[in-house]
């Protein structure tokens, strides 16, 4: 009688491949039920903004080297948002104390299209083109120690006061995953 030991290491083998192959999937696993992971990374981000240009004043030498890192914290939440296939968007204002009495404004656009930008301080009205994925910068003179500046931009208009030897910000955050839409304002 022959032994057959070779043929059962074979048929294992076979089997062992057939089963690792069967357990693969076939395709991608697509998103098939709404999450709430949209909300949850909204109210981080709308927390960290704040956050993120403190931190950005702090470790730069001046506000122009502090607006080029919010531009990179904005890049970044745009990437993590894309990663989950949330389209995020943002229009922010800063504003800080350039001299005595002159206020130095600064418009970044990240609505994903070219918009123009009313700034009204005081009756001083102000008409920015800001294109997507930029910044523009206005100074406005004789701004005293706290005023209202009016923001307008295509149907958005949003009233803030700020103090001027303060930096202050404006942003007004949308995100959005199929038919599931947030969008607020944020202003410190």
Same mark, same amino acid.
């Given at each position: 009688?022959?032994?057959?030991?070779?043929?059962?290491?074979?048929? +294992?083998? @076979?089997?062992?491949?057939?089963?690792?192959?069967? +357990?693969?999937?076939?395709?991608? =696993?697509?998103?098939?039920?709404?999450?709430?992971?949209?909300? %949850?990374?909204?109210?981080?981000?709308?927390?960290?903004?704040?956050?993120?240009?403190?931190?950005?004043?702090?470790? $730069?030498?001046?506000?122009?080297?502090?607006? &080029?890192?919010?531009?990179?914290?904005?890049?970044?939440?745009?990437?993590?948002?894309?990663?989950?296939?949330?389209? *995020?968007?943002?229009? #922010?204002?800063? +504003? #800080? /104390?350039?001299?005595?009495?002159?206020?130095?404004?600064?418009? +970044?656009? !990240?609505?994903? !299209?070219?918009? @123009? @930008?009313?700034?009204?301080?005081?009756?001083?009205? !102000? *008409?920015?083109?800001?294109?997507? /994925? =930029? =910044? /523009?910068? =206005?100074?406005?003179? $004789?701004?005293?120690?706290?005023?209202?500046?009016?923001?307008? %931009?295509?149907?958005?208009? $949003?009233?803030?006061? #700020? @103090?001027?030897?303060?930096?202050?910000?404006?942003?007004?955050?949308?995100?959005?995953?199929? &038919?599931?839409?947030?969008?607020?304002?944020?202003?410190?």
């Amino acid at each position: 009688m022959k032994y057959r030991k070779g043929q059962f290491f074979v048929l +294992g083998a @076979v089997l062992i491949i057939s089963l690792f192959f069967m +357990g693969l999937p076939e395709k991608d =696993t697509l998103i098939t039920e709404r999450t709430d992971d949209i909300a %949850y990374l909204f109210d981080n981000i709308h927390r960290e903004y704040p956050f993120a240009l403190n931190n950005a004043l702090n470790m $730069s030498e001046d506000t122009e080297a502090s607006i &080029d890192r919010l531009m990179n914290f904005t890049h970044f939440v745009d990437k993590i948002a894309s990663e989950r296939l949330i389209n *995020y968007s943002t229009l #922010w204002v800063i +504003g #800080w /104390n350039s001299s005595p009495s002159n206020f130095n404004v600064t418009v +970044g656009n !990240y609505l994903r !299209y070219n918009t @123009v @930008v009313l700034l009204n301080l005081s009756g001083t009205e !102000y *008409y920015m083109n800001v294109n997507f /994925n =930029t =910044t /523009n910068s =206005t100074e406005f003179t $004789s701004v005293s120690d706290t005023f209202d500046m009016i923001i307008s %931009y295509e149907s958005e208009e $949003s009233n803030v006061t #700020w @103090v001027r030897d303060k930096v202050s910000l404006y942003a007004n955050i949308i995100m959005q995953r199929k &038919d599931n839409i947030i969008k607020n304002e944020l202003s410190r």
